[in-house]
T-cell receptor, first 117, second 113 residues
């Protein structure tokens, strides 16, 4: 069975600080996808990034960056120079493929990020 | 391109009453998902459709929950009768044929009194 753990329940930072959200996953499959979603107070889950299990290249996109390490089963997410609008709940999620068909997303319990002005 | 549409956004009912939620996925997306999100938790899958076929409904409480996607486009999730513990946010998501990224709608927040 697959599992996603986000050990940080809540994080508070002051605007312009960098912040890293941790995610550790468990899966027995060799082919899988990892995701980060953002859920602002409005409630809609917003897709941020997807990584497949064969692509360990880390990426930077604007103020966001991701660190995927298969050796430690971690997929951490960093926001550089945080802004108040980054305040939200961030979810890490895992999806396995079955016979070429996408399966359900297994979500972590989320990390509430609060960026203070 | 329009995103996933859900209605209503909010619903308040008394226990034992029926309730229905509607979802229209992103145009061209053949896979549709219904998730349940309790307060302070991540979403959990209720049912997954590939076109009009429910391919994974193992986590749907079938004694009171039902869902349909008759023409392989929009979908309806029903609860009858509702219980106090059903108070939660019900999320709909969709994904394309070969792309695993799921895009979510705004959800329906259900309150059962």
């Amino acid at each position: 069975a697959q599992k996603v753990t986000q050990a940080q329940t809540e994080i508070s930072v002051v605007e312009k600080e960098d912040v890293t959200l941790d995610c550790v996953y468990e899966t027995r499959d060799t082919t899988y996808y990892l995701f980060w979603y953002k859920q602002p107070p409005s409630g809609e889950l917003v897709f941020l990034i997807r990584r497949n299990s064969f692509d360990e290249q880390n990426e930077i996109s604007g103020r966001y960056s991701w660190n995927f390490q298969k050796s430690t089963s971690s997929f951490n997410f960093t926001i550089t120079a945080s802004q108040v609008v980054d305040s939200a709940v961030y979810f890490c999620a895992l999806s396995e493929r079955e016979a070429g068909s996408a399966r359900q997303l297994t979500f972590g319990s989320g990390t509430q990020l609060t960026v203070l002005p | 391109e329009a995103g996933v549409v859900q209605s209503p956004r909010y619903k308040i009912i008394e226990k034992k009453q029926p309730v229905a939620f509607w979802c229209n996925p992103i145009s061209g997306h053949n896979t549709l998902y219904w998730y349940l999100q309790n307060l302070g938790q991540g979403p959990e899958l209720l049912i997954r459709y590939e076109n009009e076929e429910a391919v994974d409904d193992s986590q749907l409480p079938k004694d009171r929950f039902s869902a349909e996607r008759l023409k392989g486009v929009d979908s309806t999730l029903k609860i009858q009768p509702a219980e106090l513990g059903d108070s939660a946010v019900y999320l709909c998501a969709s994904s394309g044929r070969m792309v695993d990224t799921q895009y979510f709608g705004p959800g329906t927040r259900l309150t059962v009194l």
